[in-house]
């Protein structure tokens, strides 16, 4: 016999426990354990926690043990711990995925097949790896079995991961709508504006297949020697990844735009203002983005010598504080089908670092300069090429008329022009020009997605070699992401501050003479305040009891 909790969820979406006395049995037909109620205590947050004490005195008086109630059990009592592993950051995962109703959704779209192994857990457990401690499919054995306490799971085969992976992509598309249309609704987000851009992730290999995924092409990561693939994420304002894309590796960033566009169509949204880099701005995707009535939000490369983007930049006009440390003008260049809006950006702070930079760097092509003339012969001819050639410094550079090389004051009094500035482009009317900026601004939330992806998560490097692994296992990834950004958001804490207190809260399973007892250690305040920030309920203090019948 043992305490249990059954957790069961509200129609508004809170979760309420039950606290019951049971016992399990093997069903006689199928052969499978079977839990049995013998009692319900009632309703966990109005459980009387005296009477439960005075029922434990009197079951100790029973059986012929002494019972203190002033110390809780007698000196003759002897306890011995058998184990103690972290559960708090399993278990608010946990309820953050039931809360999303991911538990839900997988099962429902799981209904009509036949598995040995509760499907929706193990891909929970995979996800839960993910953020919690990240290891390959073969470790997480180990991890499940040993060195973490997860929430309906004590064991796991890692064939059973892989099957688990295989029926995650069978139900990609439909899994990552209702994710979205949930999450959306759940946390109120704003999905007016998404915000896309893409990373690459390396494998640890030098076999380069002939097709697939796994193709080398431009490293995000500085890794060209090595296979890759291309991952893009769709990202609200807030910062909570909402779809995910993998490409093979040699992708180009503009080849996508269309794809991406099509699939976000695909959800009849309201309306949708894409936010994208500088990488995607060319003027065919800028009109597939605003196909079907959408519209966009571009960085514009200030360098690109575009006629256009030169007037932007030249167009006199005083610039209007929106943030201390933003500044903002509008520019309209053209007039009628030619017309483009741009928004001007100003950064003080920005201008005050790219002008120290922009000196170090000169200081540095001086000394340069100074070697180069003690040089002679091919000495000098190599040394002059390389510098002529060198990615930072040739846009300083001038020849003279005896064909020495020269700082260029006026590429270098351009450079100054554009410190702490950086131009966008936009094909929405009805925004304001502050939207436009802040906005644009809020693209970092895409790059912090994909540095949590690659540091906290340790999604590369990637060892999979089926194209159909490598896509469940970026969707794994996003799904560790999508939980891990909703905990940043919502407590204002960094994920690694998150886990590493919940993480000090554990599962402790003693043996008495009574039986087995599985109970939690004491919740801290700093606890205490990320579970409510997250709007879930502390786990009961005794998580199991097992007690010995002595013959009875």
């Not at 592993?85 to 809360?99: F, I, N, S, V």
């Not at 200081?363 to 990615?391: I, N, V, W």
Request: glycine share 6%; hydrophobic share 40%; with cysteine.
């Amino acid at each position: 016999m043992y305490i249990r909790v059954i957790r069961r969820k509200n129609k508004n979406g809170s979760v309420t426990g039950y606290v019951q006395l049971a016992h399990n049995y093997r069903d006689p037909q199928t052969g499978q354990p079977k839990a049995k109620v013998l009692y319900t205590f009632g309703r966990e947050d109005e459980m009387d926690l005296e009477a439960l004490r005075r029922l434990a005195q009197s079951i100790h008086r029973f059986v012929g043990d002494e019972f203190t109630s002033g110390r809780g059990q007698s000196e003759a009592i002897q306890t011995t711990l058998l184990d103690s592993r972290p559960m708090g950051g399993a278990y608010l995962l946990d309820e953050l995925w039931r809360q999303l109703g991911l538990d839900e959704v997988l099962r429902e779209r799981l209904a009509d097949r036949k598995f040995k192994a509760a499907v929706e857990r193990v891909i929970f457990a995979m996800v839960a790896n993910r953020a919690l401690a990240p290891s390959s499919k073969l470790a997480m054995e180990e991890w499940v079995e040993r060195e973490v306490a997860l929430p309906g799971m004590t064991e796991l085969d890692v064939w059973q991961a892989y099957r688990a992976m295989d029926v995650l992509l069978d139900v990609a598309e439909e899994l990552q709508y209702e994710v979205f249309r949930r999450v959306s609704n759940l946390l109120n987000l704003d999905v007016d504006l998404l915000f896309f851009d893409t990373t690459s992730t390396y494998f640890e290999t030098e076999d380069e297949p002939e097709d697939g995924l796994r193709r080398k092409g431009y490293s995000k990561d500085h890794r060209p020697d090595l296979p890759q693939v291309v991952i893009g994420l769709a990202v609200t304002r807030d910062g909570i990844p909402v779809r995910c894309w993998t490409w093979p590796g040699n992708t180009a960033d503009m080849s996508v735009v269309e794809e991406v566009k099509q699939d976000l169509i695909g959800w009849r949204l309201r309306r949708v203002i894409t936010v994208v880099d500088r990488g995607f701005v060319s003027e065919s995707n800028l009109r597939i983005l605003q196909r079907a009535g959408g519209h966009y939000i571009a960085g514009e490369k200030m360098t690109s010598g575009k006629p256009a983007v030169d007037e932007a930049l030249a167009r006199p006009g005083r610039f209007r504080e929106l943030r201390p440390n933003l500044k903002v003008k509008e520019v309209v260049v053209g007039d009628g089908e030619a017309r483009v809006r741009y928004v001007l950006a100003f950064n003080p702070e920005e201008a005050k670092r790219d002008e120290a930079r922009r000196e170090a760097m000169l200081r540095e092509l001086r000394m340069e300069l100074e070697r180069l003339k003690e040089l002679q012969g091919e000495a000098h001819t190599k040394a002059h090429c390389r510098l002529a050639s060198h990615p930072t410094f040739k846009r300083y550079l001038k020849q003279d008329r005896w064909g020495n090389l020269r700082i260029d004051p006026e590429a270098v009094r351009q450079a100054a022009h554009l410190d702490g500035k950086y131009l966008i482009r936009t094909s929405d009317d009805t925004l304001s020009t502050d939207d436009v900026a802040l906005g644009y601004k809020q693209l970092l939330m895409v790059e912090s997605a994909f540095r949590t992806l690659k540091t906290t998560l340790d999604i590369r490097p990637m060892y999979h070699r089926k194209d159909e692994r490598i896509r469940s296992h970026v969707l794994l990834c996003w799904l560790a992401l999508l939980l891990v950004r909703i905990a940043e958001v919502q407590t204002g804490r960094s994920w690694p501050d998150i886990r590493s207190h919940m993480q000090a809260m554990h599962q402790v399973t003693k043996s008495t003479p009574d039986g087995i007892v599985v109970q939690r250690t004491e919740t801290t305040e700093v606890q205490r305040e990320i579970l409510r920030a997250l709007r879930i309920t502390e786990p009961p203090r005794i998580l199991r009891m097992e007690l010995r019948t002595r013959g009875l």
